[in-house]
């Protein structure tokens, strides 16, 4: 006697299943799949494709992701909270540091007196390239970029994502001058572990809070590298640019003087927007030119020009 036994369906996830299965297995931002859903309805193909086309999720996301959809489907493993809840971090996820967060410097003003002019002319620059970059798929991402040492560059870039951490969004401040950094003289702390760790070693990341700006994190250069350009030229800055893209909403990048170092340049290659900076009365044209120059040979897009005069 032949028993006849029936072969399930198979099990085929829904675009916003695997949308759901994203957000919270790699806590994937809710700007990075409206702009999935949005290339989906542009180019006529189906959630995953239109994911991998963004550059927004990687093939190794979306295949865990769908796995998932199609285990709970079959009614096989965890709900999708405790899923989320018992993933190990993956070999270049981010390691938040947890020790004490640390307390902006007197001279980032904005942190401390919102009223001042300085405060207001961050805010009205926040807003320049807030409608420049409307529209944008993953993290607003911003290198700053000026020719030599002494023009403010470093400070602004610790204003302008204090400021944008103060719209309640998640921002990061990352130290990329590998040649003489600032940001952790500005925050108080010291600068063992940071980028340049993080892009020989991708387990050495450490990030730190901010004092008073809940939303920001701040990624110090770390212990010099003999090698700067190097690192920055390689995979594993772009690995780390295409995480910070997914991780959060803004990212500001404070670069070497661009006069000295290529450096810059490199950033901005993988950053794709540039803030160029000068300072009244001590940059010079013919270097503020030069350095226009170079910026157009990169795949970098100028977002904006500011002249301080502070």
């Known amino acids: 006697m032949s028993v ?26 809710g700007e990075a799949i409206e702009s999935i859903w949005q290339a989906q309805s542009s180019l006529g193909v189906d959630f995953a494709e239109a994911a991998l086309h963004t550059g927004l999720v990687t093939q190794t996301e979306l295949d865990a992701a769908q796995d998932w959809v199609r285990r709970r489907e079959m009614n096989e493993g965890r709900s999708i909270i405790e899923e989320a809840l018992r ?24 942190a401390h007196d919102p009223y001042n002019d300085r405060s207001e002319a961050i805010r009205s620059l926040r807003t320049e390239l807030l409608m420049r970059t409307n529209g944008r798929r993953g993290a607003a991402m911003f290198a700053l970029a000026s020719p030599t040492s002494g023009e403010g560059r470093s400070q602004l ?8 951490a103060q719209l309640g969004s998640r921002t990061l401040l990352v130290d990329a001058d590998m040649r003489n950094p600032r940001q952790h003289v ?15 070693d991708v387990k050495q990341h450490r990030l730190y809070g901010v004092n008073g700006v809940p939303h920001m994190s701040l990624m110090t ?23 910070w893209r997914r991780s ?27 803030v160029v900076l000068g300072r009244t009365n001590s940059t010079s044209y013919h270097a503020m030119t030069e350095m226009r120059r170079k910026l157009d040979t990169t795949n970098a897009f100028v977002v904006g020009a500011v002249l301080s005069n502070f």
């Open 87 to 110: 993933r190990r971090p993956s070999a270049n996820a981010l390691v938040v540091w947890e020790g004490e967060k640390l307390n902006p410097g007197k001279q980032l003003i904005l």
């Open 248 to 274: 959060y909403e803004f990212v500001v990048i404070d670069t070497p003087p661009a006069a000295k170092f290529s450096d810059c340049f490199a950033i901005a290659t993988v950053a794709g927007n540039v």
């Open 221 to 243: 250069a770390g212990t010099l590298p003999p090698n700067p350009l190097e690192l920055l030229s390689g995979m594993r800055f772009e690995r780390l640019v295409a995480d």
């Open 4 to 29: 006849e036994r029936s072969v399930p369906e198979p099990v085929v996830e829904s675009d916003q299943d695997i949308s759901d299965a994203l957000v919270l297995l790699y806590k994937l931002p």
């Open 157 to 164: 870039s610790a204003e302008l994502a204090i400021a944008f």
């Open 186 to 200: 500005l925050f108080g702390t010291e600068n063992t572990v940071g980028l340049a760790q993080a892009l020989v």
